[in-house]
């Protein structure tokens, strides 16, 4: 093998091995912010979401909506005219996470959720359990001690490797597995996974309207993210209680940019 040839190969070698290109400083979010579903009655939805899964109410950032807060992360409920559920569409479900599955499982269908799969054990990661909500919005409960509350979003794509890489080199956060099994992206805790949709493109979300990262200086991530090529949706604006736009990532996903002027 001649020195020219070995070098040639040591840099293709290289360029296979590199990771994945590190987000800009400017968009890597402070934590996972919200998620927005979509109800018939915002009011009534948050009343339940109270009652049967532990949420903290928390004041609506605009009229016509209703918010409940888990920790530091945020359920935003808006009206929506038919009930079309989340399974299946590329926000699949989002996760919540008790110390005891089974009374919260019970507490949530005593309340009026649809228990779709019940409590069993995912081998080596954690027990969980499925449900719909009266509106047709897909959670996934389960018992880790190590992440309470507010646990993970889980999307629905094409390909899911490639969707966790743009994540990963737009808006930053830790690439990891989830016990060591289940690859994905962690957000101040937060977990955002994908799966695979099949041949086909998964429907558009609609029960669970977007994803939300929080920042300190949004206006700043807006615009590094539009310069590092990232399609917006929605310039930046104000409510009250937070300023936010819309970017949009591959598969048609709706992310939002947050910057929250009240705690949640």
């Given at each position: 093998m001649t020195s020219r040839f070995a070098l040639l190969v040591g840099l293709a070698i290289s360029v296979l091995a590199a990771p994945a290109q590190a987000a800009d400083p400017l968009t890597r979010p402070i934590t996972y912010d919200n998620v927005h579903i979509r109800v018939l009655d915002p009011a009534q939805a948050a009343e339940w979401y109270v009652k049967a899964l532990g949420a903290r109410m928390s004041q609506p950032p605009a009229a016509g909506t209703a918010q409940v807060t888990f920790g530091d992360q945020v359920i935003t409920i808006t009206k929506g005219e038919t009930i079309v559920g989340s399974l299946g569409t590329k926000i699949d479900h989002f996760g919540l996470s008790y110390r005891d599955l089974d009374a919260a499982v019970k507490t949530a269908e005593t309340a009026g959720a649809k228990v779709t799969s019940a409590p069993q054990m995912s081998p080596g990661i954690f027990r969980y359990a499925y449900i719909e909500d009266p509106w047709g919005v897909r959670i996934e409960m389960v018992e880790d001690a190590q992440r309470l509350g507010f646990h993970h979003v889980h999307l629905r794509v094409q390909d899911p490797a490639a969707t966790l890489d743009w994540f990963e080199k737009h808006i930053g956060g830790e690439r990891t597995k989830l016990y060591g099994k289940l690859d994905g992206m962690r957000y101040d805790g937060v977990w955002l996974f994908a799966m695979p949709s099949g041949a086909a493109a998964a429907p558009a979300p609609s029960a669970i309207m977007l994803i939300a990262f929080r920042y300190a200086d949004m206006d700043t991530a807006f615009t590094a993210l539009k310069s590092n090529g990232v399609k917006p949706s929605a310039?930046?604006?104000?409510?009250?209680?937070?300023?936010?736009?819309?970017?949009e990532e591959p598969n048609g996903i709706r992310v939002e940019i947050v910057k929250r002027n009240t705690k949640p």
């Open positions: 310039e930046p604006r104000d409510l009250p209680a937070l300023r936010y736009g819309f970017v």
